[in-house]
T-cell receptor
Framework: QKEVEQNSGPLSVPEGAIASLNCTYS??????FFWYRQYSGKSPELIMS????GDKEDGRFTAQLNKASQYVSLLIRDSQPSDSATYLC??????????FGGGTRLMVKP | EPEVTQTPSHQVTQMGQEVILRCVPI?????FYWYRQILGQKVEFLVS????????KSEIFDDQFSVERPDGSNFTLKIRSTKLEDSAMYFC???????????FGSGTRLTVV
């Protein structure tokens, strides 16, 4: 069974702090990884993709991938209350379907 | 910004009835998907569709489910005989390439009573 695992949280951080979200995956064949943000009752929204080992930065977001450790992370700098949401990690399989983790709920307190 | 459009936003149906959920993917996207999310649970893959045929499907996507692209723009999911456990949010998604991230539609909340 190909799994993507996340701590469900909630992860609570003060406004302006760095939020660190983590994800592990079991399928060594997965090549592409994605972070989605999902507000309650809404659809997932793609915020970052990462395909190779190392860091990828986009504005306040940095995705990190370590294929040897089967580990993906997302850092959110200068966290804002509007960042409060559930963050979903997803990896692809040999085909093109994505396997999603259960999500980590992030709460940013003013 | 291009969007994936889903209709209806909410559908209530009686157990045993057929439902059709509709989606208009982004026009230049080639890959189409249906996912579902039962309240409080993971987003689960149902089926992927490429070049007018199913490319992958999950164990959830049994004989009561079917997909169709009846014209150049619409992509539909049919559930033939709904069960209580089919109650979920159903998301359509599309992507430009097999390894690219998806754009999700806003979802259809299906309630089976």
């Amino acid at each position: 069974q190909k799994e993507v695992e996340q701590n469900s949280g909630p992860l609570s951080v003060p406004e302006g702090a760095i939020a660190s979200l983590n994800c592990t995956y079991s399928d060594r064949g997965s090549q592409s990884f994605f972070w989605y943000r999902q507000y309650s009752g809404k659809s997932p929204e793609l915020i970052m993709s990462i395909y190779s080992n190392g860091d990828k930065e986009d504005g306040r977001f940095t995705a990190q991938l370590n294929k040897a450790s089967q580990y993906v992370s997302l850092l959110i700098r200068d966290s804002q209350p509007s960042d409060s949401a559930t963050y979903l990690c997803a990896g692809n399989n040999a085909g093109n379907m994505l396997t999603f983790g259960g999500g980590t709920r992030l709460m940013v307190k003013p | 910004e291009p969007e994936v459009t889903q209709t209806p936003s909410h559908q209530v149906t009686q157990m045993g009835q057929e439902v059709i959920l509709r989606c208009v993917p982004i026009s230049n996207h080639l890959y189409f998907y249906w996912y579902r999310q039962i309240l409080g649970q993971k987003v689960e893959f149902l089926v992927s569709f490429y070049n007018n045929e199913i490319s992958e499907k999950s164990e959830i996507f049994d004989d009561q489910f079917s997909v169709e692209r009846p014209d150049g723009s619409n992509f539909t999911l049919k559930i033939r005989s709904t069960k209580l456990e089919d109650s979920a949010m159903y998301f359509c998604a599309s992507s430009e390439g097999a390894t690219r991230g998806y754009t999700f539609g806003s979802g259809t909340r299906l309630t089976v009573v």
